[in-house]
């Protein structure tokens, strides 16, 4: 299954790196018998902070997702959407994205969108 990967330059932060590790999963939020769903996790790191998108499934699903991604800090703005296919399964999820930022937590906003055939879900960073 291919791993499509964001690679990104980011808005440098001016402040102290943080010293902890912060994990914040954002999840959809689906019936209980819903065969798709989506996952943000968004990890401060003493060199920036992480963000992977996952596509995780119940049984075997192709579909396509978009990911958006919005940083703002004292310097300026910065924008990224990346877009693709995916396979996902029973114990198989896709990493639909993994990538470093600098800055913090805050200066971040995401949302993941994954469509397969009639079903989408939505995960956002505000929902952490």
């Known amino acids: ?22 994990i914040a999963p954002a999840r959809s939020v689906p019936k209980a018998d819903t065969p798709l ?20 499934a119940s049984r075997a ?6 990911l ?4 703002r800090g004292a310097g300026g703005s910065a924008s990224i959407r990346q877009s693709g296919d ?3 399964g029973p114990g198989e999820p896709a990493v639909l994205a993994e990538t470093t930022l600098g800055g913090t ?8 969108t994954l469509t397969s055939g009639k079903i989408t879900r939505r995960c956002h960073s505000a929902d952490l």
């Open 1 to 22: 299954m291919p791993r499509f990967l964001l690679a990104a330059t980011a808005l440098i932060v001016t402040g102290a790196a943080c010293a902890t590790t912060v």
């Open 61 to 66: 699903l192709k579909g396509s997702y978009a």
């Open 68 to 71: 958006d991604i919005r940083q």
């Open 105 to 112: 937590r805050r200066s971040i906003e995401a949302e993941l």
């Open 86 to 88: 995916f396979e996902a």
């Open 37 to 56: 769903r989506c996952d943000l996790q968004i990890t401060e790191t003493r060199t920036g902070t992480e963000l992977v998108a996952r596509a995780h």
